[in-house]
């Protein structure tokens, strides 16, 4: 594989289920990130990792877990889903934090019914 | 607070120029992106300005302000597969990415 891989696709869930989205780079990228993208809106960062075994809360963090136990996988969680996180889900690296850029997985198409 | 102002759509002739602007306020200042997002996928990374002028790439320029808070993405020479959204996405004093909805951009023949 080359860049950053996201699984699954997409994903119809049913509220209150777990649900843990993949991701993984092969690039040995330091920083990784996990975005939501709602129709018409800019994307909106979920959780961060500057590193591996460190993880940072984004904007918009509540109900969602993550975790960076090596530097390719960054895994997100939705303990308990709700109708409100039905989105895109993107991943993205970059090599370092701060201005290095973020380079994109194909993304996840999610909806919680 | 932190705001970006763009076009919410333009229409532009395909072999045509079109110049994309964008003005910005953010918490500090670290750099803008441009990302180019089609339709269903996942945004692609066009360029990056730190400093003031005009840095460009093929048939793609952007141009920055720090000044002004200003920035444009000028397209040439057009082409069909240009037709997508546009972001312009500065970094604020936190290296946070400012993101906005983008400019959708509509090629015509």
């Known amino acids: 594989i080359a860049g950053i891989t996201q699984a699954p696709t997409s994903q119809i869930l049913a509220a209150g289920r777990r649900m843990t989205l993949r991701c993984t780079q092969d690039?040995?990228?330091?920083?990784m990130y996990w975005y939501r993208q709602d129709l018409g809106l800019g994307l909106r960062l979920i959780h961060y990792?500057?590193?591996?075994?460190?993880?940072g809360k984004g904007e918009v963090p509540d109900g969602y877990s993550v975790s960076r136990a090596n530097t390719d996988d960054f895994p997100l969680t939705l303990a308990s889903a709700v109708p409100s996180q039905t989105s895109v889900y993107f991943c993205?690296?970059?090599?370092?934090?701060?201005?290095?850029?973020?380079?994109f997985g194909p993304g996840t198409r999610l909806t919680v019914l | 607070g932190q705001n970006i102002d763009q076009p919410t759509e333009m229409t532009a002739t395909e072999g045509a120029i079109v110049q994309i602007n964008c003005t910005y306020q953010?918490?500090?200042?670290?750099?803008l992106f441009w990302y180019q997002q089609h339709a269903g996928e996942a945004p692609t990374f066009l360029s990056y300005?730190?400093l003031d002028g005009l840095e460009e790439k093929g048939r793609f320029s952007s141009f920055l302000s720090r000044s002004k808070g200003y920035s444009y993405l000028l397209l040439k020479e057009l082409q069909m597969k240009d037709s997508a959204s546009y972001l312009c996405?500065?970094?604020?004093?936190?290296?946070?990415?400012?993101w906005g909805a983008g400019t959708k951009l509509i090629i015509k023949p």
């Open positions: 993205a690296s970059s090599d370092g934090a701060g201005s290095d850029t973020q380079y």
């Open positions: 690039m040995r990228h330091n920083a």
């Open positions: 990792s500057n590193t591996a075994g460190t993880t």
């Open positions: 953010t918490s500090g200042f670290n750099g």
């Open positions: 300005n730190v």
């Open positions: 996405v500065p970094l604020d004093s936190n290296y946070q990415l400012i």
